[in-house]
């Protein structure tokens, strides 16, 4: 290992905006099925199938529509 290195040169992570926090959600094991057949199906993690598709609403600003009947 170097004793000092050169970061004049160096630039920001472009990745920084988009860091992930971990939590702690309760999901029903239904669903967390369903995301890993389509995991298993497509070849990318559930965790990360669960991801895409929550920042996909976020993204579309879409809201919940709920009606008790």
């Known amino acids: 290992m170097k004793e000092e290195y050169d970061f004049s040169t160096a ?3 472009p990745y920084a905006k988009k860091l ?6 309760n999901i029903d094991t ?3 099925e369903y995301f890993k ?3 298993e199906a497509s070849g990318i993690p559930y ?3 669960i991801n895409l598709y929550l920042s996909d609403c976020a993204v579309n600003k879409k809201t919940l529509h709920l009606s008790w009947q």
């Open 30 to 32: 239904d669903t967390i």
């Open 47 to 49: 965790q990360t199938l």
């Open 11 to 13: 630039r920001k992570n």
């Open 20 to 25: 992930k926090k971990q939590i702690t959600i």
């Open 37 to 39: 057949d389509q995991a």
